[in-house]
């Protein structure tokens, strides 16, 4: 749908983490003149994750801007129907630039209402490199910046004791085995049936343990550390000869706004030891309607074969001061 709509000559964006809009020259060049002052609209289309579509369009009056928002959703196959028609004004907008719209729409506010809305929004406009995209969605995508504190905290191979591996496990199963990690199941990719998970319950909470040989390969493949740091570092207990895992929940976990920001790799430098530093910004269109909550430098080594190892991380600037202490699932 996004391809016919482009093919029309139409700006439009799909619903992906790392979308690419199509023909953004035309949004760029429509935000460049309301910031010069300039009267003028434009049409953004958006092919919706549910399969619908709706119509954005921007009108700059010289001083205000305002959104009219028209969805179309389907009825059965092939009939159009048009779900809702909307038109708001926009309170405050900025394209920065790195190439994100960011505006704030005018909704209602206490006492009006008794919960806080959200109106903030972020668009990537102009795309990020071809290389940007890949190593986005290959390195940082899959681990975020919620449940795990690999990209948000500042680590190296000689500093990382404070990595709170029982919860990365998770996320680096995910990326090796292309499936979400499920340890009711009692076999799957890599595990054979010796190696069962087994759950417990401590202090009333469900927890789960993962055979040493299975926890310690998988994050000794991902990162540079070894068995015996891991059992001295990670919640291990050494009567069974396994490592505690918890499902990330309420009552381990309070989420932020930060923990939703997208991470986004802006650079990469290719260091000439084999390994590559990815400059990462955290973009969080939740309230802050920030392109750059935080912004560190990730080092990996990549391998002949295509997988890699992380090697460290750097929150750059302080920035490690402006976000929520991390907390840990399990102590």
Not at 89 to 118: A, H, Q, R
Not at 144 to 165: P, T, V
Not at 226 to 236: D, G, K, S, Y
Not at 256 to 269: I, M
Request: aromatic share 12%; hydrophobic share 35%.
């Amino acid at each position: 749908m996004k391809v016919q709509i482009a093919g029309a000559g139409e700006t439009v964006i799909d619903a992906s983490r790392y979308c690419v809009m199509e023909h953004y020259q035309e949004m760029e060049r429509f935000l460049l003149e309301c910031g010069q002052g300039k009267k003028g609209e434009v049409v953004l289309y958006k092919v919706c994750r549910d399969g619908a579509v709706s119509r954005q369009k921007f009108y700059y009056d010289g001083t205000d801007m305002y959104l009219s928002t028209a969805r179309v959703t389907w009825r059965g196959k092939s009939t159009p129907v048009i779900s809702d028609v909307t038109h708001m004004e926009i309170e405050t907008w900025n394209y920065t630039e790195k190439g994100w719209f960011c505006y704030e729409l005018s909704v209602p506010k206490p006492p009006e209402v008794t919960e806080i809305v959200d109106g903030s929004c972020m668009v990537r406009v102009r795309p990020l490199s071809n290389e940007c995209l890949a190593w986005s969605e290959k390195c940082v995508l899959p681990l975020g910046y919620q449940g795990n504190n690999l990209l948000c905290s500042n680590w190296d191979a000689a500093h990382m004791e404070g990595l709170d591996y029982n919860a990365i496990y998770e996320y680096l199963y995910a990326m090796k085995y292309r499936e979400r990690f499920e340890p009711e199941n009692s076999s799957f990719s890599g595990i054979n049936e010796e190696k069962y998970f087994t759950q417990v319950d401590v202090g009333g909470a469900s927890n789960y343990r993962i055979p040493a040989a299975e926890f310690e390969g998988l994050l000794m493949e991902y990162l540079p550390v070894t068995a015996e740091q891991l059992r001295r570092w990670a919640v291990f207990d050494e009567e069974s000869q396994t490592y505690a895992w918890a499902r990330m929940g309420c009552m381990n976990v309070s989420p932020t706004v930060f923990s939703t920001s997208l991470p986004e790799v802006v650079r990469v430098e290719e260091n000439g030891d084999g390994t590559i530093t990815l400059t990462v910004d955290a973009v969080c269109d939740m309230t802050m309607c920030n392109d750059a909550v935080i912004t560190h430098q990730l080092m990996i080594r990549c391998r002949e074969d295509g997988s890699f190892q992380y090697l460290g991380n750097q929150i750059l600037n302080d920035g490690v001061l402006n976000i929520p202490e991390y907390q840990y699932r399990l102590r």
